[in-house]
């Protein structure tokens, strides 16, 4: 696909269908741990899924380091269920503002942040992350965790990203992506699910990055832990089916259990890239 094919639109309507549904919530809270919605980092191939997917939390962390602190905040771009929110609150001392389309996911992060001792420092704003509701250079740091495949403007959503950043404030995301010689059709089916006709790719990334300016700008590759990633999600998912199917419609369990098996094929044969990107605004 070229690398700066994205859907038509924003594809934000079809987003909010997707995650403002119980069955979503319900597949999230038994699969993957309610928690840290997205692809994890591996330490061997039977690792929880929950354990994977907050190593990459704190990796994604660790590129912050030294923008963040106690009087400092981190901008969230789609911030589900909170978990990185809580994560970077925890261990920086940092004020985040958690930006999220779903209220209903946004519902539920208020209330983990209550219950954990978080709540003054993390606001939840409903809201795009195509339109930032916040001025320009008012973030220390700028995150966001495999958010950015929903888009369907992913240059607009870099451009409000850097907008707020502070000079010298640093941005870090990842992403799921496409292999840079891989058709947009070939995953079509896979990716529709997403909202979106197509995923973005690495290259694409890192050219929009310089052309916004920033430097420092690095990508860690760790597209091998896809596979591995959406095998344990569809083991997960069969070994949990009856569980699944005491709070989920039928024809939801029927939907991953089809389009699960995609995404494992997809990775195994070299056609989906995901890492961790980053890079700093220029300034003091």
């Given at each position: 696909m070229g690398s700066d094919v994205t859907a038509s639109g924003t594809g934000e309507d079809a987003t909010r269908r997707?995650?403002?549904?119980?069955?979503?919530?319900?597949?999230?809270?038994?699969?993957?741990?309610?928690?840290?919605i997205h692809t994890g980092i591996y330490a061997h191939e039977r690792e929880p899924i929950a354990d994977a997917s907050r190593r990459t939390v704190q990796e994604l962390a660790d590129r912050l380091q030294g923008t963040l602190g106690p009087?400092?905040?981190?901008?969230?771009?789609?911030?589900?269920?909170?978990g990185t929110a809580r994560y970077l609150a925890d261990r920086f001392g940092c004020r985040v503002v958690a930006l999220n389309l779903s209220e209903a996911q946004n519902e539920r992060h208020r209330a983990a942040n209550a219950?954990?001792?978080?709540?003054?420092?993390?606001?939840?704003v409903t809201g795009s992350f195509h339109d930032v509701p916040y001025a320009d250079g008012h973030f220390?740091?700028?995150?966001?965790?495999?958010?950015?495949?929903?888009?369907?403007?992913?240059?607009r959503v870099l451009s409000e990203a850097v907008?707020?950043?502070?000079?010298?404030?640093?941005?870090?995301?990842t992403d799921l992506m496409a292999d840079e010689e891989v058709p947009a059709e070939v995953l079509h089916t896979a990716v529709s699910r997403l909202g979106v006709d197509a995923l973005a790719t690495p290259t694409f990334y890192l050219r929009l990055l310089g052309e916004l300016g920033l430097g420092s700008v690095d990508f860690a590759d760790h597209s091998d832990q896809v596979e591995r990633h959406y095998v344990r999600l569809t083991d997960e998912t069969?070994?949990?089916?009856?569980?699944?199917?005491?709070?989920?419609?039928?024809?939801?369990?029927?939907?991953?259990?089809?389009?699960?098996?995609?995404?494992?094929?997809?990775?195994?044969?070299?056609r989906l890239r995901w890492g961790i990107f980053s890079g700093r605004r220029p300034g003091a």
């Open positions: 997707y995650y403002e549904t119980s069955d979503v919530d319900a597949f999230y809270d038994i699969v993957w741990g309610g928690e840290d009087e400092r905040t981190v901008l969230d771009l789609g911030s589900g269920y909170g219950s954990r001792g978080l709540g003054d420092l993390i606001e939840v220390d740091a700028v995150c966001s965790l495999e958010a950015f495949c929903h888009s369907g403007d992913r240059n907008r707020v950043l502070t000079p010298g404030g640093a941005l870090a995301f069969r070994a949990k089916e009856a569980d699944l199917r005491a709070v989920i419609s039928p024809g939801y369990v029927d939907g991953l259990l089809a389009n699960l098996p995609l995404w494992v094929d997809a990775a195994g044969a070299g």
